[in-house]
């Protein structure tokens, strides 16, 4: 068996990647966009609901009262999401709070069938506040008490920019790394072997990778499938490193680059754990 086909069975083996099911990271300006919509959407959504209640025989009775009681709870935590947002302190507990409140209006929705108006409006808010979960990496099931979430473990949503310095400084380093390697290579017991060519294959692969990923965050399509392929990639670098006791300074160049491919994987919400 050659020694790619060893280490890429290791690599496997070793390192897991569990992938949360988003289509792409949604970006900065389409977060505002749907933050408009769900307001637009949570007003058109009040006043049909308004109109339905005055019609039906919940009229002036204490479930009119918490109905309305829960559309002021859910618009107060939207509003709080929408400031945090604009302040770059948007968390993912803004959103469960928001989803929380929307909770308790679709069960009363479910339990109690209003006119078309309303149950429209809510259905569209209801997709809305659905895309909103998506974007901030947080698992949501409909359904009164069978009701789920699960938070990501990102202490707040990270901006554009903030995902671009992290691919910038992915790029920076393995251009560092690239170098010492070659030069490590030069001087170890590897230079002019198969193994030379393998771990000179894996970083070019890495490369590739990367770059795609780059390609894909610039035109707002990448998603944590393309992390993951990165991750991969690295891992079999990784093994190399490892088993391959190089110079120290392509020791130390790789556990950087490792450290920025580990900020990667939380951005995309990809739970990573490296080979030993």
């Known amino acids: 068996m050659t020694f790619s086909l060893i280490l890429t069975l290791a690599t496997f083996s070793n390192a897991t990647a569990q ?16 933050l408009d919509s769900i307001k637009d959407q949570s007003n058109a959504f009040r006043k049909s609901l308004k109109n339905a209640l005055n019609k039906s025989r919940l009229d002036q009775t204490q479930r009119e009262d918490d ?17 945090n947002f604009d302040h770059h302190k948007s968390t993912t507990a803004d959103v469960d709070s928001v989803l929380q409140r929307a909770s308790r209006i679709d069960t009363f929705m479910i339990l ?21 979960a998506a974007a901030y990496n947080v698992s949501w099931r409909w359904g009164g008490d069978r009701r789920t979430t699960d938070i990501a473990n990102l202490p707040y949503r ?20 690239r170098k010492s390697l070659d030069s490590a290579l030069d001087k170890s017991r590897f230079d002019g072997t198969r193994r030379e060519d393998d771990i000179n294959s894996f970083v070019k692969d890495f490369y590739k990778e990367t770059k795609q990923l780059h390609d894909h ?3 707002h399509k990448s998603t944590a499938n393309d992390v993951q392929t990165v991750l991969d990639r690295a891992s079999r670098i990784d093994q190399f490193m490892r088993r391959n ?8 160049d790789w556990a950087t680059l490792r450290e920025y491919l580990d900020e990667l994987a939380q951005v995309y919400n990809v739970t990573w754990r490296w080979g030993f």
């Open 245 to 252: 006791r190089l110079r120290q300074d392509a020791q130390r």
């Open 112 to 132: 109690h069938r209003l006119d078309a108006s309303a149950q429209n409006d809510w259905a569209k808010l209801r997709a809305s506040l659905e895309q909103l």
């Open 217 to 219: 965050f610039d035109s």
């Open 67 to 83: 109905i309305n009681g829960y559309v002021k709870a859910f618009e107060e935590e939207t509003k709080r999401l929408d400031d």
């Open 19 to 34: 992938i949360v099911e988003q289509p792409y990271r949604i970006s900065d300006r389409e977060v505002v966009r749907l």
């Open 158 to 177: 990270v901006r554009d920019r903030q995902v671009e310095e992290i691919i910038h400084r992915i790029e920076s380093q393995s251009d560092i790394f």
